[in-house]
């Protein structure tokens, strides 16, 4: 499949405009066989919380589920960001890292679900059998995610894919926009950047939000972002799966990096995620919060400005 000659497609492959090489298999190596992750408790326990209810008139309730999966709701309906409730992630079910912590809400207790953002391919993001759920479960969701993601099939019978900068209006006053993030994206050993990633901009009950997906730091990213769209009320940033630096700072965040992007974006308030769910990388499980204190302390930041929820936690933006 080709796609029009762009500032981040080759006509075939995206990539992150500047980018001239990515990390290939010889730096997964190094990494592997160099690395001493921190242990991560076995089984963290969290007690899955009720569903908020909807607000009855303008304003939001975001629920984190967990890693990058939150429940979004106003009154014109509900909407999930990357859901993931399974056991365990990977190309073959069953295997793969498993659940640190359970999601903070059932699956089986969710509202009806109008929308689905999917921001990249990578399997702690879009994970097939959640979406199965969800599609077979009597929501019959929309996804939205960015370009050639049809192999999503019937986990995806509403499919609506962007480019970078589109904009899709949804049922009621909510409008989504695919915005750049600095990714990749692979689920089998070939075919690198086959597929776009991206975060989103959403506008729902009269309050925008920005889901900044998975990404790494770049210096223009986070002010473009705002100069488009607008300072958003509220942005859900990465804060986890950072270490090593070397190998990581490409893809993912770190909390500083974070701090820095909710300021460049102009955002009202932060919630981090990305992290505490799947040991993907090797920095200890409360690694992420304990580094945010610190990078927020330093920016002059109160803990509301920038903060994190328990599982099964929700945020009132009204």
């Known amino acids: 499949m080709t796609y029009p000659l762009s500032d981040h497609c080759n006509g075939r492959r995206f990539f992150f405009p500047g980018e001239s090489a990515s990390r290939g298999l010889a730096d997964l190596l190094r990494w592997k066989l160099t690395s001493r992750p921190a242990r991560w408790p076995e089984r963290v326990e969290v007690k899955p919380a009720p569903v908020p209810?909807?607000?009855?008139?303008?304003?939001?309730a975001l629920t984190w589920i967990g890693h990058s999966s939150f429940l979004l709701q106003a009154a014109a309906g509900a909407w999930l960001t990357d859901p993931v409730f399974s056991e365990r992630i990977g190309p073959v079910q069953g295997w793969g890292p498993r659940r640190a912590a359970p999601p903070g809400l059932r699956p089986?207790?969710?509202?009806?679900?109008?929308?689905?953002?999917?921001s990249h391919d990578h399997f702690d993001h879009c994970d097939l059998p959640s979406l199965r759920l969800l599609a077979g479960g009597g929501h019959g969701p929309r996804v939205v995610a960015p370009l050639n993601y049809g192999f999503l099939g019937r986990a995806a019978a509403q499919l609506s894919e962007l480019d970078w900068w589109q904009t899709l209006q949804g049922p009621g006053d909510v409008s989504v926009?695919?915005?750049?993030?600095?990714?990749?994206?692979?689920?089998?050993?070939?075919?690198?950047?086959?597929?776009?990633w991206g975060g989103f901009v959403v506008r729902m009950g009269g309050r925008?939000?920005?889901?900044?997906?998975d990404t790494g730091y770049d210096a223009g990213l986070f002010r473009e972002i705002r100069r488009r769209c607008g300072s958003p009320d509220v942005a859900l940033l990465p804060i986890g799966a950072y270490e090593p630096r070397?190998?990581?700072?490409?893809?993912?965040?770190?909390?500083?990096e974070a701090v820095q992007a909710h300021r460049e974006v102009g955002a009202r308030r932060s919630l981090g995620m990305h992290w505490g769910t799947f040991q993907l990388t090797d920095e200890a499980r409360d690694a992420p919060v304990e580094a945010l204190a610190a990078a927020r302390a330093a920016a002059g930041l109160t803990p509301e400005e920038f903060q994190v929820l328990?599982?099964?936690?929700t945020l009132r933006v009204p």
């Open 177 to 196: 926009q695919l915005v750049p993030a600095r990714h990749w994206c692979r689920r089998r050993l070939f075919g690198t950047n086959l597929r776009l």
């Open 53 to 60: 209810p909807r607000p009855a008139a303008a304003g939001l």
């Open 310 to 313: 328990p599982m099964g936690g």
């Open 108 to 118: 089986e207790a969710l509202p009806r679900i109008d929308g689905v953002l999917l």
């Open 246 to 256: 070397w190998f990581m700072r490409e893809a993912h965040m770190n909390p500083a």
């Open 208 to 213: 925008c939000l920005y889901f900044a997906g």
